[in-house]
């Protein structure tokens, strides 16, 4: 029996993509019938492992872009049944068959190998369900910093069987961010009676989120996560929400000072988050770390910011007794900068970043990646080229795309277009115009291949470009529960000073 332990993988340490990353372990089947244990260790359990199964085009137990992919019920219904377990034992049996072959001619085949994913481990305390009495005192009487919120105790096994309204707040302290990702997460949408709202810190408002995000604590005092089991029962499936506190670095901002970001190898800066605040209308010597009452930057930390992006590593520096002169607070223009902080940067692979406008049409095939309008982003873009990129799904994949900041002529006059075109070479359009691309939107396509076009304005009055995030994931009919991955950096929020995490992403050297 082959044992799998995943013993650093915990909740708190793991990084984020968004809450987890998505370390997969391929196994060759050599016999017809193999037994895996997956396990964690003391006190904790498994959180919503996945697997997959593929049929090797070249006939050994190697993974490519040509194979028949999908999940078996028989290996999901094991997969489902290890959730919430500090171990489990997976039979996998090459009996197990996957139909290839286009549609209309598919033929049976029989597996040869495996991809076990998500092998994370979260602390048992740290679980709560939403129809629990008792896990909701629990959780309004704690200040967890992570943990999972799921509908019913036996998710995704079975259906949530309480039916009424239920409720859980997460707070969201000054200082800090919480990132959270949403399973299952299908179509852009949550799941069938689930709704989350930010609650206003100023207001107390609370105002819906539609997509996988991340809160910040300046602007938000809790996230509330209501789930409404009462109607459609039928239809419901439940869902689990992964949530993390991250901390903001403040540093003094009264006297000269100087910090450095950096990334490790073959990888740069992504979004560095750099913010001014004040406390206080006075130039005082002192460094005083008390509320924030304004938010903001000055022209040589926007500068430094911009000049961050896409460098393995960078220094932002500050002189003291300096102004907050960029806000979207009109109150806080003037203020004196007392405190400069960080929520740290993303690092991304430069493999996996591309330029949609260069000199020529842009060939993409890869699992996942960055599209950037152009390598100076986010400073503005003066190239009237017309730019083109061409983004490979392949067959049985769908690729998820979401356009994460975008910036083009105020007057329409830019033209951006994405369609995807099948195999019998259709057009079918996604974006027919650049009004219709707004930040934070997701595309979902099937099959063929996705084009993107930009063509600017003589005359555009354009600014930063755009950046769209996309990520190609297996699309079978076998799979039951949610794909591997629910997207990459879908928290894509109004203002690119605030769209910041700490997290890098979770690329790894992912090469099928």
Known sequence: MDMIYYLI??????????VFCEEELTKCLKSKREKIQIACPKGNVLYAPSISAGVSESGRCTRGYGDCTGTPRALQHQMNACSWKKKCDVILSTNNVLPCGTPGSQVNKNITYVVIGKLNCIPKDRTFSICSKKDRHLFTKSDFTVGVIKSHKRFPVNRPTCRKVREMKIPVKLNSSVMFEVSPFKHNTFPLGLNIYRVER?????????NITVVHGNTTSAIRVVADFRWKRKHL?????????????????????????????????????????????????????GRSTCGGLTPSLLVQRNSCYWKPRCSIDWRGRERILLSRDSSCIGQPVALVGSEGHRCVREENIYDLCSNCTRFIDASWGIVRSHPQYPWFFTSHTDCKAIIQIGRRRVLTLTIQDINLDPNGRDKLTMYQVGRNGERNYVISAAKEARIGRVITVQDGKLVIRLKRFKRSKSGRGLVLVFQREIDSPYETTTPRTEGIVNDAYRGPEIRLTNRMLCSGNRKL
Request: charged share 10%; with cysteine.
């Open 9 to 18: 993988g915990y909740l708190g340490a793991a990084c984020l993509s968004f």
């Open 202 to 210: 100023e207001t107390t408002t609370s105002t819906p989120l539609y």
């Open 237 to 289: 499936s439940g869902f689990m929400l992964a949530f993390i506190v991250r901390a903001v670095i403040k540093q003094c901002g009264r006297r000269p000072g100087e910090m450095q970001l950096s990334c490790g190898r073959n990888k740069v800066i992504y979004f560095p988050s750099i913010s001014a605040s004040s406390v206080g209308r006075s130039f005082s010597q002192n460094c005083t770390y």
